[in-house]
């Protein structure tokens, strides 16, 4: 409990002695248009306030978790079946940064009534897998395929609930203590290429997969697939109080953990308790929307923060080197619990590796060469190096920079090595171009973006190879051209 009031205390401080935060219009949860100044009128809603905000901050892994879960549910989801989209990404998948270069499937798993359930991955054969299983907390318990323990034979991933007897479980099988009954898994079939020929190959592999609970083993249960194709599947994280009414549902459907219990009482001053409804009034709703938004400010600047991956550009890998300990050890390094990067990360992304960096690698662009936000009403330039340093392929996908979301009506999202007509220079660079037009050299390396906002840009390394590490391969900035 100290831990967590010397957590609180600045802040507290803060409003006490100034008795004023600025922060987003309440009747905008997606866009910076206006300022509204919040004025506690007594120490309950300064309380009320700066609670929202420190358990906006701890929650959002587990809200973005609700939130997919929630939109697979509008399409006739349910836990122990799997999401799977057998075209690839377009941006009616609103989820947050997805890989529009590969196939995506995610089994949700539950454990709750019908025990352990079965994740059967098969060898990389005819295809691979890049993934992980994850608890509702995206804390990682194992990656899958080649990066992961099956190491490309395939396996029988078990997904155990909280407390489970291993001596229960039958030879053969790769046991995932997960401390949470709910979780998933995000599976990404990756393909040879662009080809119509090898996404349907890689639908194909994706569809080997199996899920189903261990109980039923002996009954060769059916798999059920949900085609997500051609509906909008909408997790952005919403800065209203709907984030706290999805706290809610968590709070409500999981026994709390023992890391986290801390929070018990904080949560109870917004309405928020276990076994209790959730029914705030009006000005607690008003309060609840501006402390999400100061939430969701507070982790913009963490994410505008961190220092650049290779030396004098703006590339950054928005994750810290303590993050990445936790998640090998589901948070139990001593004397850390890293709540403001963890919240900063699953603000602008869903999923995380056990082994963050092996399979894959990521680094984020936000601003140009010159330091300024990336504004989609300008048009820019990235000159990308030959033999970028990878086994399987790179991308560079947009995304709403203030969503961290495919922006919506674009044709497509990104362009990569395996793009089907990617025009490539003579000495193996290739250029590509951002921007509301396409270049005079037309559409083939040009990626679309939005005139009436910012956008973002990830580079993706799948297959990543030293080279890439040590930085004897270097990306430099995008550069405005207009």
Known sequence: MKKLFFLFLPALLMLACTQKTTVNDTENSSKDTSTVVFKPANIKEQMLYQRGVESAIWAMPAVNFQLMYDAFAKINGNYNQVVIWPKLLDWKNQTLTPNPDVIYLMPFFNTEKVGPVVLEIPPA????????????????????????????????YLFLPPGYDKTKIPAGYIPLQSDTYRGYALLRSVLK????????????????????PLSEASK??????????????????QYDVSFYESLNKIIQAEPWLERDKAMIDPLKTLGIE?????NPDARTKEILSLAVKAA?????????????????????????????????????????????NRGMIYSVIFFSAKHIGESQYYLIQIVDKEGNPLDGNSSYKLHVPANVPVKQYW????????????????????????????????????????????????????VPTDPKGKFEILARFYGPKPNLY?????????????
Do not use: C
């Open 274 to 278: 276990r076994g209790k409804t959730f």
């Open 220 to 237: 060769n249960p059916e798999t059920v697939f949900v085609d997500a194709s051609e509906k909008v599947f909408d997790s952005a994280i």
């Open 125 to 156: 054969d005819d295809g691979v897998f890049n993934g992980s299983v994850m608890t509702y907390w995206q804390n990682a318990l194992e990656d899958v395929g080649p990066g992961g323990v099956d190491k490309g034979k395939g396996g029988k």
């Open 395 to 446: 991308s560079m996908t947009v995304y709403d920079r203030d969503t961290h979301t495919f922006i919506r009506n674009q044709k497509w999202a990104g362009r990569s090595s395996q793009t089907p007509g990617l025009k490539t220079n003579s000495d193996g660079t290739v250029d590509l171009y951002f921007g509301p037009k396409p270049p005079e050299s037309g559409e083939s390396n040009w």
């Open 470 to 482: 040590d930085q004897s391969w270097k990306l430099n900035d995008v550069e405005k051209v207009n």
């Open 193 to 212: 290429s662009g080809s119509d020929a090898d996404v349907a190959a890689a639908v194909a592999y994706s569809k080997r997969i199996k899920v189903y």
């Open 296 to 340: 969701k400010e507070y982790l913009d600047l963490n994410y505008e923060s961190f220092p650049p991956f290779f030396k004098d550009t703006h590339w950054v890998f928005p994750a810290t080197a303590e993050f990445g300990k936790n998640i090998k050890t589901n948070f139990q390094v001593a004397d850390s619990y890293p709540i403001d």
